[in-house]
């Protein structure tokens, strides 16, 4: 998962890093609210780490613009030195999921934080398989069925359809699917997700017929859109 971290600490923001890079993640570090918040306007990430203190915006300013704009979906978590009751209520009461109080326990902030990203996607953890629709997604062997039927698809293009068939309505911005999909930070435009996605779409047929549309999102990245049943009997004959 891609997480977020505030934390004007430099070797506090390093040791959650540590801690979460370990467990699998991939993070963004930040010692400057404003920049993180600007950040958020135009990406996505699966969960923010926050503090009090922040250059230019604090934590609690970054969680109102974020809930603002991504809504109350994604997980929060504060992790600060600021250990009295006073804090821990503040944090919660402006809209966080949980308060962690340095020095940080690393196992027991790792489980929390996994905690968070299991309620928040449910359909991304526990499970050998899922099914979407006509789809069957098999995690262990990385295998999609469309109406029962095998489609080849490449290391790749599976985590990239894993990724959106498990987001499904969530804007998934460029740099967000790079770093789930490629294992790394987006740092340049590239033509390389849009010739994916373009590919995947064909592969998979996403298309009204099958449920979904795969809608491109101005300036941001890509939504998969679960459409009823109703609505892709529209879509089809409006098509034909």
């Known amino acids: 998962m891609r997480i ?3 934390q004007r600490d430099p070797v506090v923001r390093q040791s959650i890093e540590k801690i979460l890079t370990a467990a699998g993640h991939t993070c963004a ?20 780490v926050l503090d009090w203190h922040g250059t230019r915006l ?17 997980p ?16 919660f009461v402006n809209g966080a999921d949980d308060y962690v109080a340095l020095p940080l326990r690393p196992a027991e ?23 979407v629709g006509p789809y069957r997604f098999d995690t262990h062997r990385q295998i999609v069925m469309l109406r029962g039927q095998p489609v080849a698809l490449s290391g790749t293009q599976y985590r990239l359809a894993s990724l959106f068939f498990s987001n499904i309505g969530r804007v998934m911005s460029r740099d967000h ?7 790394r930070e ?39 859109l679960h459409l009823r049943h109703d609505d892709a009997a529209h879509a089809q004959q409006q098509a034909a």
Not at 58 to 74: F, H, I, M, N, Q
Not at 177 to 183: E, L, N, R, S
């Open 109 to 131: 902030f790792r489980e929390r934080v996994t905690a968070l990203l299991r309620r928040a996607y449910p359909d991304r953890f526990g499970t050998a398989s899922f099914d």
């Open 76 to 91: 929060v978590i504060f992790v600060s030195r600021e250990a009295s009751e006073e804090s821990m209520v503040r944090a």
């Open 186 to 224: 987006f740092r340049e435009f590239t033509r390389t997700i849009d010739s994916h996605v373009s590919r995947l779409r064909l592969l998979l047929e996403i298309e009204p017929q099958n449920e979904f549309r795969l809608q491109p999102v101005y300036k941001s990245g890509y939504r998969l």
């Open 58 to 74: 604090s934590g609690t300013e970054v969680l109102r613009t974020a809930r603002a704009v991504g809504g109350d979906r994604l």
């Open 29 to 48: 570090g930040y010692d400057d609210g404003l920049t993180m918040s600007k950040t958020l306007a135009r990406s996505t990430v699966d969960l923010l």
């Open 177 to 183: 699917i790079f770093a789930m999909v490629w294992g």
């Open 4 to 6: 977020a971290i505030l």
